[in-house]
């Protein structure tokens, strides 16, 4: 977009939403798309026919997540659309054109972690996601439901499901759509080959008999019919439905000039060298007793999120920023510490999310496409959970010895648990 515009802030939650509405019941979520069109992230587009930009997914990926964290008694979400014989045409076109290279690769990207959550959040922690399609969902809007683990569509002769990648614009093939095609849903190659030549799509029982829905529901059925087959989905969920919770608040930064300043990280940007310097700060105190009471502010939850927030930040933002150097400073038997907690209640429901939310993250950092060098230097701690970080880097270099007049301890690497599957 355009550069000279204010930043991307990832940071919402549902009472700022514009795009989605999220409500529950009975065991099931309900994310129900309604994109405003005057709502773009930047002027000079409307999202017409529920189409998306990065402001719609932003929203999209804070929902999943807080479903995790806020609802553990949720055991499916339905994705659905609240505009009549609509449910999603895709990327918007007109944001894409007007977009800058690094704007379409980042939003591309961005697209497509949040699907690869959605499929996590089904295969891991017991949040099956079913998409209930009452129209046209093309492209972007497909995938979106392709991220899901059940697919219905409306049996009314113009509802229809396409990836108009060749005859159209053919931006985002490489963001999932036909590896899910294939890999997930088992679609024959030479159907997949041919369905994402057609602009028009596929619908009613040949989508069916193609494997790229799961049901044909009539119109007049299709609310009735979705929520019972989400209920009876929620039922069998191995969720904890008597648990309550954590909140998420809002994650508190501060930017100040070049730096960007968290409880538990530090970002200085150097921009004469194009690199930025993350400093990640071990916990300052022995774990707590009750992961849950600690909520948001157990070290592990709270790092991982400003870490999170902080690289998309730089991706969005600072996109001339080529290298991030990543340091750590704190104890190293602290991280120990917490990571025996986490690795002692794995069968924990919060604690499986934290470590989820963990991997995630780590993930993001290897696709983040800058140049990575971790410095190992005395008083970091580089120890388990934190050595993950240092692993991604594309080079790390450790100081033998101290530096003269020191008194931190010496350079060290130290695995716990957390490196050995979690």
């Known amino acids: 977009m355009d550069p000279a515009a204010a930043p991307i802030d990832f940071r919402t939650e549902p009472s700022r939403y514009k795009h989605w509405k999220l409500s529950t019941e009975n065991g099931v979520a309900y994310l129900t798309m309604d994109v405003n069109e005057e709502g773009g992230l930047q002027p000079g587009y409307k999202l017409k026919l529920n189409s998306y930009d990065l402001g719609v997914d932003i ?16 055991g499916a979400v339905v994705i ?22 690094d704007h379409k690769v980042n939003f591309c990207k961005f697209t497509n972690e949040t699907r690869l959550a959605i499929e996590d959040a089904s295969t891991h ?55 899910r095609l294939v890999d997930k849903r088992m679609v024959r190659r030479d159907h997949a080959d041919f369905f994402c030549t057609t602009a028009e799509g596929l619908r009613g029982k040949r989508a069916r008999e193609w494997r790229l829905v799961d049901q044909l529901i009539p119109p007049s059925k299709l609310v009735e019919q979705t929520q019972k087959i989400a209920e009876e989905v929620a039922g ?38 194009r690199s930025a310097k993350f400093r990640l700060n071990g916990p300052s105190s022995a774990p707590p007793e ?38 750590s400073q704190g104890d190293a038997a602290l991280v120990e510490a917490y990571d025996a907690v986490l690795a002692q209640n794995a069968g924990n429901w919060l604690v499986r999310e934290i470590v989820l939310y963990w991997k995630r993250t780590l993930k993001r950092l290897d696709v983040s496409s800058r140049s990575l060098i971790a410095l190992v230097e005395p008083g970091s701690c580089f120890t388990g959970t934190l050595l993950e970080v240092a692993l991604a880097a594309d080079r790390s270099y450790m100081l033998d010895g101290v530096f003269e007049g020191s008194n931190l301890p010496a350079a060290t690497l130290r695995l716990t648990d957390m490196n050995f599957g979690p």
């Open 290 to 327: 009750d992961v849950h009471a600690a909520g948001a502010a157990f070290w592990p939850l709270a790092l991982a999120r400003e870490f999170d927030d902080a690289m998309m930040h730089l991706r969005l933002n600072e996109t001339e920023i080529g290298t991030w150097v990543l340091t």
């Open 125 to 179: 922690s017991g949040q099956t996601y079913i998409c209930s399609i009452n129209g046209i969902a093309a492209g972007g809007g497909y995938e979106l439901a392709l991220a899901c683990e059940q697919i219905m569509l409306a049996d009314d002769g113009s509802s229809a499901v396409s990836l108009p990648e060749l005859p159209l614009l053919a931006v985002l093939p490489g963001t999932g759509g036909l590896t």
């Open 236 to 273: 069998k969920s191995s969720r904890p439905k008597d648990a309550k919770g954590i909140a998420l608040p809002t994650v508190e930064r501060q930017i100040d000039g070049d730096t960007l300043r968290y409880a538990n990280l530090t970002v200085e940007i150097d921009r004469d060298g």
């Open 80 to 101: 659905r659309s609240q505009r009549d014989r609509i449910f999603c045409s895709g990327a918007n076109i007109n944001m894409l054109g007007l977009s800058t290279h």
């Open 59 to 74: 929203e999209l990926a804070d929902a999943v997540q807080r479903l995790r964290f806020e609802h553990p008694e949720i």
